[in-house]
């Protein structure tokens, strides 16, 4: 069975830092791109995009990171796990989002150019608020 199991979201302070984890099992986790998408409250997407917030790919390493979030965000793969992080750092109240990690096969722009939907799975979000 697939799993991706996201953990450490919870209220913050606005410039204050939390560090989400992505946990997964049950697929070949080394063939994947895993990312981090976020949907903010009342702000849906049309064709049900989230917004992409970083990814990485657990192939080669390489990563991607949105400009919304350069130089706060920070996403690390530790593959001995199987586990994703992603560090945030200087949080603002537009930040305030759940987040979710997914994972999907091949490349690294099949996370990072299509709003979501070149990932294969799909966790079930962990609630971030920052609050002002």
């Known amino acids: 069975e697939v799993q991706l199991v996201e953990s450490g979201g919870g209220l913050v302070e606005a410039g204050g830092s939390l560090r989400l984890s992505c946990a997964a099992s049950g697929f070949a986790f080394d063939n994947y791109a895993i990312g981090w998408f976020r949907q903010a409250p009342g702000k849906e997407r049309p064709g049900k995009e989230r917004?992409?917030?970083?990814?990485?790919?657990?192939?080669?390493?390489?990563?991607y990171v949105a400009e919304s979030v350069k130089g706060r965000f920070t996403i690390s793969s530790d593959n001995a796990k199987n586990t994703v992080y992603l560090q945030m750092n200087s949080l603002k109240s537009e930040d305030t989002a759940v987040y979710y990690c997914a994972a999907g096969y091949g490349p690294l722009v099949y996370c990072s150019d299509f709003g979501g939907r070149g990932m294969d799975y799909w966790g079930k979000g962990a609630l971030v608020t920052v609050s002002s």
């Open positions: 917004e992409v917030i970083s990814c990485i790919s657990s192939t080669d390493g390489s990563t």
